[in-house]
T-cell receptor, first 111, second 112 residues
Framework: DQQVKQNSPSLSVQEGRISILNCDYT??????FLWYKKYPAEGPTFLIS?????DKNEDGRFTVFLNKSAKHLSLHIVPSQPGDSAVYFC??????????FGKGTRLHILP | EAGVAQSPRYKIIEKRQSVAFWCNPI?????LYWYQQILGQGPKLLIQ????????DSQLPKDRFSAERLKGVDSTLKIQPAKLEDSAVYLC??????????FGPGTRLTVT
């Protein structure tokens, strides 16, 4: 049973444009959501998070949107840069339980 | 601040052999996690420690996997005997008080 779903295995975006990565979840008990970025041969690094009491969190070029009614969140990167090419993992957490990761979306930023 | 350290970075073993991985979390981080990441999937939690006590090991295949965190700092994860399906990247992560986990570079295990 996959509680956190990233349905797009890969995404290609032109440099300078907006990258939108999507994530769906099934467990309404999740109260915290995180995005991690992973380069090859490195561990995931924390990017941005959002609490379930909010619907938007922004940090520089990165914005995460949360739609609780749809059980959907998205990560917007604007403008996209070559260094953004990586695998992005969505993760969800009920603080009384373990964090659950999606399968990841590989983002390619095209020159 | 030094990050989470893991060793070795790569390991190739034959099935039925044993292997051990080591993790040194960020200083002061009480919570330590071991994850298994199979190619094409997200990290899956194997075990969570709070200091030197186990908080969650529900997804640890205890017939072959074991982990310990003596003195609440470093941790080792062992697989004995290894199976082909254990080929994966084993990630260690630590957390202080916030919600973010800080990951090490991982150990890539190949079982042949």
């Amino acid at each position: 049973d996959q509680q956190v779903k990233q349905n797009s295995p890969s995404l290609s975006v032109q440099e300078g444009r907006i990258s939108i990565l999507n994530c769906d979840y099934t467990n309404s008990m999740f109260d915290y959501f995180l995005w991690y970025k992973k380069y090859p041969a490195e561990g995931p690094t924390f990017l941005i998070s959002i609490s379930s009491i909010k619907d938007k969190n922004e940090d520089g070029r990165f914005t995460v949107f949360l739609n609780k009614s749809a059980k959907h969140l998205s990560l917007h990167i604007v403008p996209s840069q070559p260094g953004d090419s990586a695998v992005y993992f969505c993760a969800a957490w009920n603080r009384d339980d373990k964090i659950i990761f999606g399968k990841g979306t590989r983002l390619h930023i095209l020159p | 601040e030094a990050g989470v350290a893991q060793s070795p970075r790569y390991k190739i073993i034959e099935k039925r052999q044993s292997v051990a991985f080591w993790c040194n979390p960020i200083s002061g981080h009480a919570t330590l996690y071991w994850y298994q990441q199979i190619l094409g999937q997200g990290p899956k939690l194997l075990i969570q420690f709070q200091n030197n006590g186990v908080v969650d090991d529900s997804q640890l295949p205890k017939d072959r996997f074991s982990a310990e965190r003596l003195k609440g700092v470093d941790s080792t994860l062992k697989i004995q005997p290894a199976k082909l399906e254990d080929s994966a990247v084993y990630l260690c992560a630590s957390r202080y008080a916030g919600d973010e986990q800080y990951f090490g570079p991982g150990t890539r295990l190949t079982v042949t």
